[in-house]
Protein backbone atom coordinates (compact mmCIF):
# COMPACT_ATOMS: atom_id res chain seq x y z
CA UNK A 1 0.00 0.00 0.00
CA UNK A 2 1.37 3.54 -0.78
CA UNK A 3 0.34 6.31 1.43
CA UNK A 4 2.09 9.60 1.06
CA UNK A 5 1.80 12.46 4.08
CA UNK A 6 3.02 16.07 2.84
CA UNK A 7 1.97 19.00 5.84
CA UNK A 8 3.15 22.45 7.05
CA UNK A 9 2.27 23.27 3.47
CA UNK A 10 1.10 27.24 3.25
CA UNK A 11 -0.82 28.96 0.81
CA UNK A 12 1.21 31.27 -1.27
CA UNK A 13 -1.40 32.50 -4.03
CA UNK A 14 -5.15 31.41 -4.69
CA UNK A 15 -5.34 32.57 -8.48
CA UNK A 16 -8.08 32.46 -11.52
CA UNK A 17 -6.98 30.22 -13.78
CA UNK A 18 -6.97 30.72 -17.18
CA UNK A 19 -9.88 28.62 -17.61
CA UNK A 20 -13.42 29.75 -16.61
CA UNK A 21 -14.55 28.77 -12.84
CA UNK A 22 -11.27 27.25 -12.08
CA UNK A 23 -8.73 28.58 -9.61
CA UNK A 24 -5.17 27.46 -8.78
CA UNK A 25 -3.87 27.15 -5.21
CA UNK A 26 -0.10 27.28 -5.18
CA UNK A 27 1.01 25.93 -1.45
CA UNK A 28 5.11 25.47 -0.68
CA UNK A 29 6.29 23.80 2.37
CA UNK A 30 9.67 24.44 4.45
CA UNK A 31 11.50 21.29 2.91
CA UNK A 32 10.90 22.78 -0.91
CA UNK A 33 8.03 20.48 -1.95
CA UNK A 34 5.61 22.55 -3.65
CA UNK A 35 1.90 21.85 -4.43
CA UNK A 36 -0.55 23.03 -7.10
CA UNK A 37 -4.14 21.92 -7.42
CA UNK A 38 -7.27 23.14 -9.30
CA UNK A 39 -10.78 23.51 -7.81
CA UNK A 40 -14.03 24.42 -9.43
CA UNK A 41 -16.14 27.05 -8.45
CA UNK A 42 -19.24 24.99 -7.29
CA UNK A 43 -17.12 23.11 -5.13
CA UNK A 44 -17.92 25.90 -2.65
CA UNK A 45 -14.06 25.10 -1.37
CA UNK A 46 -12.40 28.31 -0.11
CA UNK A 47 -8.30 28.96 0.24
CA UNK A 48 -6.71 32.39 1.77
CA UNK A 49 -3.25 33.16 0.83
CA UNK A 50 -1.31 32.02 4.76
CA UNK A 51 -3.66 29.16 5.32
CA UNK A 52 -1.99 25.87 5.86
CA UNK A 53 -2.91 22.74 4.60
CA UNK A 54 -2.40 19.12 4.27
CA UNK A 55 -2.13 16.64 1.51
CA UNK A 56 -2.70 13.11 1.46
CA UNK A 57 -2.06 10.39 -1.15
CA UNK A 58 -2.67 6.88 -0.90
CA UNK A 59 -3.69 3.61 -2.93
CA UNK A 60 -6.82 2.90 -1.11
CA UNK A 61 -9.57 5.07 -0.36
CA UNK A 62 -9.07 8.06 2.23
CA UNK A 63 -12.11 9.08 4.49
CA UNK A 64 -12.66 12.88 4.59
CA UNK A 65 -11.76 14.89 7.89
CA UNK A 66 -14.84 17.12 7.55
CA UNK A 67 -16.87 18.97 5.20
CA UNK A 68 -14.03 21.09 3.78
CA UNK A 69 -11.99 18.30 2.76
CA UNK A 70 -10.97 18.66 -0.83
CA UNK A 71 -10.81 14.29 -1.45
CA UNK A 72 -10.61 12.79 -4.99
CA UNK A 73 -9.56 9.91 -7.34
CA UNK A 74 -6.06 10.97 -9.38
CA UNK A 75 -4.08 9.31 -12.32
CA UNK A 76 -0.19 10.00 -12.04
CA UNK A 77 0.38 10.04 -15.90
CA UNK A 78 3.77 11.44 -15.66
CA UNK A 79 7.21 12.45 -13.76
CA UNK A 80 9.35 15.07 -15.30
CA UNK A 81 12.45 16.52 -14.00
CA UNK A 82 12.76 20.52 -14.27
CA UNK A 83 15.21 22.84 -12.19
CA UNK A 84 16.62 20.06 -9.94
CA UNK A 85 12.66 19.02 -8.88
CA UNK A 86 10.59 15.95 -9.97
CA UNK A 87 7.76 17.14 -10.68
CA UNK A 88 4.70 14.40 -10.66
CA UNK A 89 1.57 15.20 -12.96
CA UNK A 90 -1.61 14.02 -11.55
CA UNK A 91 -5.63 14.59 -12.98
CA UNK A 92 -8.44 14.14 -11.26
CA UNK A 93 -11.38 14.44 -13.36
CA UNK A 94 -9.63 16.93 -15.69
CA UNK A 95 -8.47 19.25 -12.58
CA UNK A 96 -4.35 19.20 -11.97
CA UNK A 97 -2.85 18.51 -9.15
CA UNK A 98 0.71 18.79 -9.54
CA UNK A 99 3.64 18.31 -6.48
CA UNK A 100 7.10 19.41 -7.12
CA UNK A 101 9.94 17.78 -5.06
CA UNK A 102 13.54 17.73 -4.17
CA UNK A 103 13.20 14.02 -3.53
CA UNK A 104 11.65 11.14 -5.18
CA UNK A 105 8.11 9.95 -3.59
CA UNK A 106 8.57 6.29 -3.19
CA UNK A 107 5.74 4.38 -4.13
CA UNK A 108 4.26 6.08 -7.18
CA UNK A 109 3.76 4.77 -10.46
CA UNK A 110 2.89 6.31 -13.68
CA UNK A 111 -0.59 5.65 -15.22
CA UNK A 112 -1.83 4.49 -11.64
CA UNK A 113 -4.88 5.86 -9.95
CA UNK A 114 -4.30 7.49 -6.14
CA UNK A 115 -6.79 8.87 -3.78
CA UNK A 116 -5.83 12.34 -2.46
CA UNK A 117 -7.12 14.62 0.60
CA UNK A 118 -6.67 17.97 0.91
CA UNK A 119 -7.62 19.48 4.09
CA UNK A 120 -6.76 22.69 6.08
CA UNK A 121 -4.80 22.12 9.31
Do not use: W
Not at 29 to 36: F, I, K, R, S, T
Not at 99 to 110: D, M, N, R
Amino acid sequence: MTQITMENLSIKNVTPSIIPSIFDVKAHAPNGLEVLFEYHREMELSYKEGEEISLKLSSQKIPPKNASSFCGKAMLYTVKQKEGLLVYLFSAGGLILRISSPKQLEGLEIASEYYFCIDKT
